[in-house]
């Protein structure tokens, strides 16, 4: 997983997530690299989050002495409130996007008015089950959402069904500056606004 692969706002606080203290530090690296970029107005802290572990953390595992990158009581209550979501290049295998998508339902349920915005790149390999080059990692994240009409990606319709818990909306990339030179997107990346399902939890 990259650095900055899921940052969770309340500004003018940042938290910045990962899993391993390898990536952990290099996150932090990344963060003082662009420290003249918040001109002090904001502070960023690195945390580690794991999907497939528990979330909020169990009290003994908020402990400074479990390390530098655990997560504080007070800090757990902080990202209740945030309100923005950030995560870029975190749908992988169909387990890990379980995971993604079963710690993103507790993290908004905290705060239904959460907005995630997610940034993804189709990753395709050759199935045998198709026979062909296929991008099944996709299509699973896909059935985690619903949008207002059903589509040929899987898309449940929202008004008939009680799940998923999740609202998806595509952004379309051309009304999105691309500030990096020499770089082409492509037509595998994709920008999604997510945000729970309303209906669904009534």
């Known amino acids: ?28 690296k990344n963060v003082d690299l662009n420290a003249e970029i918040f001109h002090g107005k904001a502070s960023v802290h690195v ?8 979330w909020p953390p169990q009290e003994e595992n908020t402990s400074p002495s479990k390390g530098r990158y655990s997560w504080t009581q007070s800090e757990i209550e902080e990202l209740k409130k945030a309100s923005l979501l950030l995560a870029a290049d975190v749908i992988y295998s169909d387990d890990l996007t379980d995971a993604f998508f079963s710690i993103l339902k507790k ?10 915005y997610l940034a993804m790149e189709k990753r395709y390999n050759f199935s045998l089950d198709d026979l062909d080059v296929v991008a099944n990692g996709y299509s699973h994240f896909r059935s985690y959402l619903i949008t207002e009409q059903a589509d040929d ?14 609202v998806g909306e595509q952004i ?22 997510i945000k729970l399902n309303h209906k669904a939890l009534s």
């Open 107 to 116: 993290l908004m349920l905290d705060n239904p008015e959460k907005v995630l």
């Open 172 to 193: 379309d990339l051309r009304y999105i500056p691309c500030y990096v030179r020499n770089y082409n997107r492509g037509n595998d990346v994709e920008l999604w606004k």
């Open 1 to 28: 997983m990259a650095c900055f692969c899921h940052i969770f706002c309340l500004i003018p606080k940042l938290y910045v997530s990962d899993h391993g203290d390898e990536v952990l530090e290099n996150c932090e």
């Open 153 to 166: 990606a899987g898309c449940k319709q929202l008004d008939s069904a009680s799940e998923p818990f999740f």
């Open 47 to 54: 945390r580690e989050l794991d999907w497939k572990d528990s």
